[in-house]
């Protein structure tokens, strides 16, 4: 019986959330594709370069989300995507647009692959807390939204881009997905 484990894209593993998802990926014995974003020489995409030195299950690729054709060879022989897509640099209208596009090409990428069975999403609550007469803790929970205009209005662009991706998932044509949504 084989006990090898699949392996696994994070991308973009050089987020917060994404290096985490990295270590307790490797820390579990799965092989990891890390993915990471062209913007410069971070803290963390040096750590994982270094991680890469010494642990034969990582493997790291550099991507550009806007970029289909980079995103498939990161992909390729993976069976599952955590997508971190995060930005450190600040959010304007611009990010948002990009970051949306981008996860728009990840699903598409991961649509056209053999070996792809699962893709997750991370998320934020701030998907969910920003709008108007929210009053306590208890008004949020998994069917709560952010109201994108008051986002708009604030210029909360994070929580407008974090509501308007989970939006576009929610309601993605997933056609040609069966192996995931049979």
Known sequence: MDNEKPIVCVLDAST???????????????????????NGETEIQK????????????EVFVVDVLDYHSILLALKGCSAMFCCLDSSDGYDEKMVDLEVRGAINVVEACAQTETVEK?????????????????SQKDVDEKSWSDQEFCRKLKLWYAWQRHSLNRLLGLYPWTGCSRWFP
Do not use: P
Request: hydrophobic residues 50%; positive net charge.
């Open 119 to 135: 893709i997750v999403f991370t998320s934020s609550l701030t998907a969910a807390i920003w709008r108007e007469n929210i009053c």
């Open 47 to 58: 750590r994982i370069r270094e991680m890469e030195k010494v642990e034969e299950r990582l």
């Open 16 to 38: 917060y959330v994404g290096f985490w998802i990295l270590k307790g990926l490797l820390g579990r014995g799965f092989t990891v594709h890390a993915a990471i974003q062209k």
